[in-house]
């Protein structure tokens, strides 16, 4: 079983367009991220979800919002798409033994490109 | 400010062992240090976590001197396999308390 699973692998879309990429984990941890990675390979938190609190970076625009029906998901929902939103989005999952030592399970990402 | 600090880009053969070090000047007092291994189309994956010392598993060894001001991971007799992108990590948040982003890493190229 994969421990970390996200769909679609492969998104192309128009801009404008609003779309969802969907993130589930089997681990039972207890808190999910969003990260995007761009063409420099650097990796960038988009967001935190820790049960009820939600922690989100800065420079996330608005059009970004993560939902979470139960604590085994965490899906991303993007409105307005426009070509900058063109990267790898990867899902990731932690239990937060304690602060300071985290370690992330990641899924295998998915490929959003803007036209 | 980048909490850590290491090279772009790293080439060697196989069968070497491959020492990559990692810079992080204001590590606190809290902080893990943390290295993931990232394949072309694929999630980064968890290599090994240490505090101090020394710390080793079945696929590599984590130096880290008493300062904690820096870390090498070891990579022992590595293979063509072993080229991926190395990251660093250290704790949960920046300088600037915000939630951590990866680096650039470092990208291993081994050669035959």
């Given at each position: 079983?994969?421990?970390?699973?996200?769909?679609?692998?492969?998104?192309?879309?128009?801009?404008?367009?609003?779309?969802?990429?969907?993130?589930?984990?089997?681990?039972?941890?207890?808190?999910?991220?969003?990260?995007?990675?761009?063409?420099?390979?650097?990796?960038?938190?988009?967001?935190?979800?820790?049960?009820?609190?939600?922690?989100?970076?800065?420079?996330?625009?608005n059009r970004f919002s993560p939902k979470s029906p139960d604590k085994a998901h965490l899906n991303l929902h993007i409105n307005s798409l426009e070509l900058g939103d063109s990267a790898v989005y990867f899902c990731a999952s932690s239990h937060r033994a304690s602060l300071g030592a985290n370690v992330l399970t990641f899924g295998a990402g998915s490929r959003l490109t803007v036209l | 400010l980048a909490?850590?600090?290491?090279?772009?880009?790293?080439?060697?053969?196989?069968?070497?062992?491959?020492?990559?070090?990692?810079?992080?000047?204001?590590?606190?007092?809290?902080?893990?240090?943390?290295?993931?291994?990232?394949?072309?189309?694929?999630?980064?994956?968890?290599?090994?976590?240490?505090?101090?010392?020394?710390?080793?598993?079945?696929?590599?060894?984590?130096?880290?001197?008493?300062?904690?001001?820096?870390?090498?991971?070891?990579?022992?007799?590595?293979?063509?396999?072993?080229?991926?992108?190395?990251?660093?990590?250290?704790?949960?948040?920046?300088?600037?308390?915000?939630?951590?982003?990866?680096?650039?890493?470092?990208?291993?190229?081994?050669?035959?």
């Amino acid at each position: 079983d994969t421990a970390v699973s996200q769909t679609p692998k492969y998104l192309v879309t128009q801009m404008g367009n609003d779309k969802s990429i969907k993130c589930e984990q089997n681990l039972g941890h207890d808190t999910m991220y969003w990260y995007k990675q761009d063409s420099k390979k650097f990796l960038k938190i988009m967001f935190s979800y820790n049960n009820k609190e939600l922690i989100i970076n800065e420079t996330v625009p608005n059009r970004f919002s993560p939902k979470s029906p139960d604590k085994a998901h965490l899906n991303l929902h993007i409105n307005s798409l426009e070509l900058g939103d063109s990267a790898v989005y990867f899902c990731a999952s932690s239990h937060r033994a304690s602060l300071g030592a985290n370690v992330l399970t990641f899924g295998a990402g998915s490929r959003l490109t803007v036209l | 400010l980048a909490k850590t600090t290491q090279p772009i880009s790293m080439d060697s053969y196989e069968g070497q062992e491959v020492n990559i070090t990692c810079s992080h000047n204001n590590i606190a007092t809290n902080d893990y240090i943390t290295w993931y291994q990232q394949f072309p189309s694929q999630g980064p994956r968890f290599i090994i976590q240490g505090y101090k010392t020394k710390v080793t598993n079945e696929v590599a060894s984590l130096f880290i001197p008493a300062d904690r001001k820096s870390s090498t991971l070891s990579l022992p007799r590595v293979s063509l396999s072993d080229t991926a992108v190395y990251y660093c990590l250290v704790g949960d948040v920046d300088n600037a308390g915000n939630m951590l982003t990866f680096g650039g890493g470092t990208r291993l190229m081994v050669k035959p």
